[in-house]
């Protein structure tokens, strides 16, 4: 199937910038959608950005113009460019990925998540 494993989260001053990678190891199927994802202590997880194979993107209204999403369709790899950093941005990352071909439809993929945490 589909395995997400992600990388490149940390601790960063508010104002800095990190990179977050996700990868499909097993790069078998064709993913429609790729995309993060981020939960905060005692929140709901929330979609940050999102990228259609096609590369329509999708941003949540918090992050537009501070974070970048880009994906590479030959190698299942997704990354988020995370500029400007803010404190609220403290959360742990998920990678997911949406519309697998091959597989059956409504399932949806996660990686294990990467914490991180933005000091004032």
């Known amino acids: 199937q589909v395995q997400l494993v992600e990388s490149g989260g940390g601790l960063v001053q508010a104002g800095g910038s990190l990179r977050l990678s996700c990868v499909d190891s097993r790069n078998i199927f064709r993913i429609g959608d790729m995309g993060w994802y981020r939960q905060a202590p005692g929140k709901q997880r929330e979609l940050v950005a999102s990228m259609t194979i096609g590369g329509s993107t999708n941003y949540a209204d918090s992050v537009k113009g501070r974070f970048t999403i880009s994906r590479d369709n030959a190698k299942n790899t997704v990354t988020l460019q995370m500029n400007s950093l803010k404190p609220e941005d403290t959360a742990v990352y998920y990678c997911?990925?949406?519309?697998?071909?091959?597989?059956?439809?409504?399932?949806?993929?996660w990686g294990q998540g990467t914490q991180v945490t933005v000091s004032s």
């Open positions: 997911n990925a949406d519309k697998v071909v091959g597989l059956p439809l409504g399932v949806s993929y």
